[in-house]
Antibody
Framework: EVQLVESGGGLVQPGGSLRLSCAAS????????MSWVRQAPGKGLEWVAN????????YYVDSVKGRFTISRDNAKNSLYLQMNSLRAEDTAVYYC??????????????WGQGTLVTVSS | QSVLTQPPSVSGAPGQRVTISCTGS?????????VHWYQQLPGTAPKLLIY???NRPSGVPDRFSGSKSGTSASLAITGLQAEDEADYYC?????????????FGGGTKLTVL
């Protein structure tokens, strides 16, 4: 059974940093692109970042470029999101999601339960 | 402002059929990129409902169907049930920006009357 379990969320002051983790199990982690997707309170979904299987390619939504860094450790079956210079508008539930990418497109076939990040003074 | 446009809400009575539209542009849906749909029940993580415009993952009832034409896509739900009350999101890919840029619709809240 595929499982994605996020951790690391919490309350942080504006300008602060936080590192999110996602522990993956039930599939060959090193064979999949992975992503972070966030959802602000009462709002819709927003893709945040992607990382290729071997970590050689990373992409970010414009609003987090230069502040967030996605990374992975295939030996530990883990995905990370280092968030620096946090702003109030980064407040959201952050989901770890597995990417399924083939001739039927690029989509998220499994999601974690999410971890809440609150940026406030 | 989402790249893909969805109606904020739709509603229907049990047993009825509802559709949810997802309108994009020539840099995403109109460029040939597939559309996928997610269902988010209250307080839970999103779940993949339709992929590749019209394919259902195993376990998704055939009451749910998807289609795509031009720069738009649609999700149809027939035989509406109370448990279908949820938020629905479309998702595609946009080539107007650098890298694999994933885009979502703003979401549609389905109310079962």
């Amino acid at each position: 059974e595929v499982q994605l379990v996020e951790s690391g969320g919490g309350l942080v002051q504006p300008g602060g940093s936080l590192r999110l983790s996602c522990a993956a199990s039930g599939f060959t982690f090193s064979s999949y692109w992975m992503s972070w997707v966030r959802q602000a309170p009462g709002k819709g979904l927003e893709w945040v970042a992607n990382i290729k299987q071997d970590g050689s390619e990373k992409y970010y939504v414009d609003s987090v470029k230069g502040r967030f860094t996605i990374s992975r450790d295939n030996a530990k079956n883990s995905l990370y999101l280092q968030m620096n210079s946090l702003r109030a508008e980064d407040t959201a539930v952050y989901y770890c999601a597995r990417v399924d990418y083939d001739s039927s497109g690029y989509r998220f076939d499994y999601w974690g339960q999410g971890t809440l990040v609150t940026v406030s003074s | 402002q989402s790249v893909l446009t969805q109606p904020p809400s739709v509603s229907g009575a049990p047993g009825q059929r509802v559709t949810i539209s997802c309108t994009g542009s020539s840099s995403n849906i109109g460029a040939g990129y597939d559309v996928h749909w997610y269902q988010q029940l209250p307080g839970t993580a999103p779940k993949l409902l339709i992929y590749g415009n019209s394919n259902r993952p195993s376990g998704v009832p055939d009451r749910f169907s998807g289609s795509k034409s031009g720069t738009s896509a649609s999700l149809a739900i027939t035989g509406l049930q109370a448990e279908d009350e949820a938020d629905y999101y479309c998702q595609s890919y946009d080539s107007s920006l650098s890298g694999p840029y994933v885009v979502f619709g703003g979401g549609t809240k389905l109310t079962v009357l």
